[in-house]
């Protein structure tokens, strides 16, 4: 029997994620700490909101979408290889 804690709009929104979206994620803010704190350091980079949102987005959305897609590739590569083995074990 199944609780109102169990339901699935009682979790939140980070257990609601799968791993290779909470990875992208991740990655995308280490991409932006990483962006800011190189803009904040550089003498000759301006700090304006252009600057910072540009870096922020160019490196947070390559970050992220590179290793999402990473992860996404090594998961399905691994639900790949175990149905071939369930495949080979029935045969």
Not at 24 to 41: E, P, Q, Y
């Amino acid at each position: 029997m199944s609780t109102e804690a169990d339901s699935p709009s009682s979790k939140n929104l980070w257990q609601r994620l799968n791993g290779p979206t909470k990875i992208g994620l991740a990655f995308a803010a280490v991409g932006i700490l990483l962006t800011v704190i190189g803009i904040l350091r550089d003498p000759t980079t301006p700090v304006n909101a252009w600057s910072l949102g540009m870096g922020v987005l160019i490196s947070g959305g390559t970050w992220g979408v590179v290793s999402w897609a990473i992860a996404t590739a090594a998961v399905e590569v691994e639900r790949d290889v175990a149905e071939a083995e369930r495949e080979e074990e029935a045969a």
